[in-house]
Antibody, heavy 120, light 112 residues
């Protein structure tokens, strides 16, 4: 059973960089059938796709966040990471990592989510 | 790019059937698969329908999905409603124009 677990600071100061890591267990992150995503959800609001990475290293980002987002993968550690720069209070949200299926873009496994608050 | 529009909320009684719509603003609803996710309070989303009408193992056959090209929309239908179905439901689809993903705004289902 594949499991994903987000980790990282729960509090980030405005203008700084948010950094999160997702550790994958129960399966290899190198499987070519999948990609690895970050999705966020502000309190009481809907889901927002942030971006994805394939194990080749190829990435796609939400156009509205593209200038501030970097997603990377470390296959040796079975982890992938998110960096979001120049954060503001609007970036306060629960951040989820997820596995997606390449052939249909269904996110079939999700982490439990981690709350990141942007505040001084 | 496009938007997916869902009703903000729906409510129905236990045992009844409810349908949640997801309308695509531009481009054909049939051009990319639609997924439906259920999110209970305090939990991560889980897939109830993928690739328009496929049910993951473990999802009861009370859940079904369809697309309608005439209205350019997808639908999630839940029959024999149970109180445990009370949750937020999100539709999602791939955006070929920018290789992104689009989520609908979510629909709060109340079973009362």
């Amino acid at each position: 059973q594949v499991q994903l677990q987000e980790s990282g600071p729960g509090l980030v100061k405005p203008s700084q960089t948010l950094s999160l890591t997702c550790t994958v267990s129960g399966g290899s992150i190198s499987s070519g059938s999948y990609y690895w995503s970050w999705i966020r959800q502000p309190a009481g609001k809907g889901l927002e796709w942030i971006g994805r990475i394939y194990t080749s290293g190829s990435t796609n980002y939400n156009p509205s966040l593209k200038s501030r987002v970097t997603i990377s993968v470390d296959t040796s550690k079975n982890q992938f990471s998110l960096k979001l720069s120049s954060v503001t209070a609007a970036d306060t949200a629960v951040y989820y990592c997820a596995r997606g299926a390449r052939d249909g873009y269904n996110s079939d496994y999700w982490g439990q989510g981690t709350l990141v608050t942007v505040s001084s | 790019n496009f938007m997916l529009t869902q009703p903000h909320s729906v409510s129905e009684s236990p045992g009844k059937t409810v349908t949640i719509s997801c309308t695509r603003s531009s481009g054909s609803i049939a051009s990319n698969y639609v997924q439906w996710y259920q999110q209970r309070p305090g939990s991560s989303p889980t897939t109830v329908i993928y690739e328009d009408n496929q049910r993951p193992s473990g999802v009861p056959d009370r859940f079904s999905g369809s697309i309608d090209s005439s209205s350019n929309s997808a639908s999630l239908t839940i029959s024999g409603l149970k109180t445990e179905d009370e949750a937020d439901y999100y539709c999602q689809s791939y955006d070929s124009s920018n290789h992104g993903e689009v989520f609908g705004g979510g629909t709060k289902l109340t079973v009362l």
